[in-house]
């Protein structure tokens, strides 16, 4: 498990170039080298296993491992076949001593409600200018896909801390559920730190569309009367929509159903119905080339090129809208396609196997210094709630014209089905294309995830925002400063060095006094972030490292992703679609409006009304 | 994927730093501490260093003895029942420990430290054992030499320095191989541990941390332990198969990230289990519960 020799010597070079200058002050050519040695470093020094008897899994008899993916992510490596499966631990980035969750008195200071109100909530919106609200939508799709902690431990004693006495929260104190922990630890975990489970697969293999287990699969692939298409196809109704949630009818009939249907709202409503009718279109172009094929076979190849599709949108189209400067829009896209770049690879294929050259997929497979999982890093980063806009404007895509005006609150769970009873897809598309996303930054929490209702069998009310600060410190997240350190990244001594804004560093300096004590969340959202880019320098160096490993552990996006496996159709469905080519599928009335945008998840022009 | 460093006759050591695989080569059949000259040229010389500088009247010290030795195995298990805090023995004094803690505050010196920690562990052997500033030099300086091999090595060896700080401490332990061990070896693992602790005690989220916490962020194994290959060797975990003779360096320190438990940092549960972890893990919650106590030194 080590680097290669000339990965070791060009990382150590950098590792020292970057003590006086950080990689993105530094010219084009050398500052991707740069980026190419931080991922190098990183997958080699911030990959940690936590597993420690990981269950020993008999082949399934009547599925086809080698070629297709299994519902809960086993058997995608042939060797540790329980890597990245449904219930595996996640991963750490930070070592493993760093790593033990906090405890009272410091797991409450500063006061997570006092940040909260003081440091996240949104004062006035402010809009990230460079990007639409596609970008949080497709954001929240993926997490779905990768990660969950599931549903919050009821057993256990919550979290309490007390609520300022001007607060205006309506009880004393705030009552927050702990993270479910982990019911197999065993004796090999005596005096190790907490670990936590991911109740979906680690993959990025489309499990908010298609579930984690088979049952979910199933569900989502049967109609109302629970019949299972017999094509391959996920259910949608007849207007093209998803289905409502059977099991949530009791208390929200109106919840749109799939696989992952948590913290729904209509952006993510529009991702899951237009993958689902993705699906759909590659099935019925695959019965087109293989009219012999049953349905089975007909779902595993559409899920196996969809999922795929998704990953080369997110790596080519939504990182670069995201990190806007040249050498990353370079490197993502050459994560990809390679160095050799797009237009080589349209001219003349994939010509290597290297992944440098020719990008990751079709590269071989990887797992570093960990087998494959998600982390608690990347999720404590990946808490990008300021994205959410509180306030919404529907219109119509031909002329611009207001249909609906809501607030979050009206969008939320069954609220998105009510939506679409008034306005049609095509037009929520177009209004959330139109729309901006909040910025990542301080003082731009959505008030709306702020006061989150009363859930009725818990009897507790949520402030996410302090529940952000709160699961960080819980699961052993380190604080900014220890997080910089552990990525081997200059450490702010004082509030300046933290933030150029003079406002923020009083504010932090009120609550935190010490920049030492500043909390991951707090401390990336303040952070002076690199020209271009929507997220901070630290956050990033978390994405740099996952993003590419997203694809390199993943069998199926590397070594076995080949016609083969994927079909002739299938690669090319993959290499030849994008965003945008799915956008016009399933909503061809917006050509007008996308005839001149260059990425979708730039802002859309609006109709001339 | 241990690391074979091999040339023909030059050298065959393999180098492994990834927690299971540590633990499976450990205890792999075959594998031991069986310190005799053999093999390629650089096996030779790293066994003529051990057997040169870490033997005592014939005998090498406790951590370099073969796995079947039963005088070892049957020590170790009475060593660790006698220095486990359960016993009843006393181990250490309030004043060791308040001299400790204060140094955790932020007070104090390394230096001192050390000598205190040296001094609780060699009275763990002999009642009368004496720690101060030349006997701590000499373990700082074995340490060192232990550690890796440095060109400052060779300059140790011909000024006699190394020589000196063998002979003092080897004097001060009676020649005594578990006492030469605890307090020129072992004791490192305790003062680094102290120097992490006052890391933390200083930090801003102390008197939050639990005793795993502390435990499992200050303790740290050593670098590297030696291990030697006694029968052909094929496992999966190195390309080729193992020769008679070849070295496994098993990099614990590497390793620690990854494993931060009693199973890597004291080898808990192997045939080859230090017997100090419970008189170890014990002194140092006694010392950070003290320091809790007491305020930082400014």
Known sequence: MLAGFFETVIAAIYRRINRWRVWYRLPFPIAVINLLALRVDLRWRNLFDTETAPPDLPAPDSFDIRHCRTADGTFNDLSKTWMGMADARFGRNAPLPQTFGEQPPSLYEPNPRVISRELLARTNFIPATTVNLFLAAWLQFMVHDWLSHGVNDTQSPPLRFPVPADDDWPKPEMTILRTCPDHQRGPRDEGRPASYRNIVTHWWDGSQMYGSDLRMQYCVRSSPTKELLPDGKLYLDETGHLPVDPEAADHDPLQELAAVNGNWWIGLSAMHTLFTREHNAIVDRLKIDYPDKDGEWLFQKARLINAALIVKIHATEWTPALLQSSTLQYAMRGSWWGALGEAYFKAFGRSTHDELLSGIPGSSTEQYAAP????????????????????????????????????????????????????????????????????????????????????????????????????????????????????RMSVPKSFQELTENETWQKELEKIYQDVERVDLLTGTLAETKPPGFAISDTSFRIFIVMAGRRIKSDRFLTSDYNPHVYTPLGIDWVEKNGMREVLLRHAPSLHPVLRNVRNSFFPWPRAAS | MARRIRLPGIVDVVLVSDPAEIRALNDARGVDRNFVLRGPLINRLIVARIRRWFKIMGQLLPSLMPRYDHVRADHQQKLAAAVDPISGNTLWSNSQIDALAAYVCGGGTDEGA??????????????????????????????????????????????????????????????????????????????????????????????????????????????????????????????????????????????????????????????????ARAFVTGLLLVVWRRSLQESIAT
């Open chain 1, 372 to 487: 494959y999982s998600i982390t608690e890093e990347f999720t404590a980063v990946y808490r990008l709630h300021s994205l959410i806009p509180d306030d919404y404007s529907f219109r119509q895509h031909s002329d611009d014209k207001e249909i609906l005006a809501c607030t979050m609150a009206d969008l939320f769970a069954g609220g998105t089905t009510k939506v679409h009873r008034k306005v049609l897809f095509d037009d929520v598309l177009y209004s959330i294309g139109t729309s901006y996303p909040g910025a990542p930054v301080l003082h731009n929490y959505p008030l709306h995830l702020r006061r989150l209702p009363e859930k009725i069998d818990q009897g507790i009310m949520t402030d996410l925002a302090a529940t952000d600060i709160v699961r960080d410190r819980e699961r052993g997240v380190p604080r900014y400063c220890a997080f910089r350190r552990m990525l």
């Open chain 2, 114 to 275: 050390g000598i205190v920690a040296q001094q609780i562990v060699g009275s763990l052997f002999d009642p009368v054992y004496h720690a101060d500033r030349a006997t701590w030099k000499a373990a700082k300086l074995i340490d060192q030499f232990r550690d890796g091999i440095s060109p400052i090595q060779i300059v140790w060896q011909l000024t006699g320095q190394l020589r000196r700080a063998r002979a003092l401490l080897v004097d001060r332990a009676k020649a005594d191989r578990w006492t030469m061990h605890g307090t020129a070896i072992g004791v490192h693992g305790i003062v680094q541990a102290l120097t992490q602790m006052r890391r933390l005690r200083c930090g801003p989220n102390a008197e939050s941390l639990s005793d795993e916490a502390v435990l499992w962020q200050c303790l740290i194994p050593p670098k590297q332990v030696p291990r030697t290959v006694e029968v052909p060797l094929e496992t999966p975990l190195v390309k080729d198969p193992l020769s008679v003779g070849s070295i496994l360096m098993l990099q614990l320190e590497a390793a620690w990230p990854r494993a931060p438990d009693a199973e890597l940092v004291f080898m808990h549960g192997h045939w080859n289990a230090c017997p």
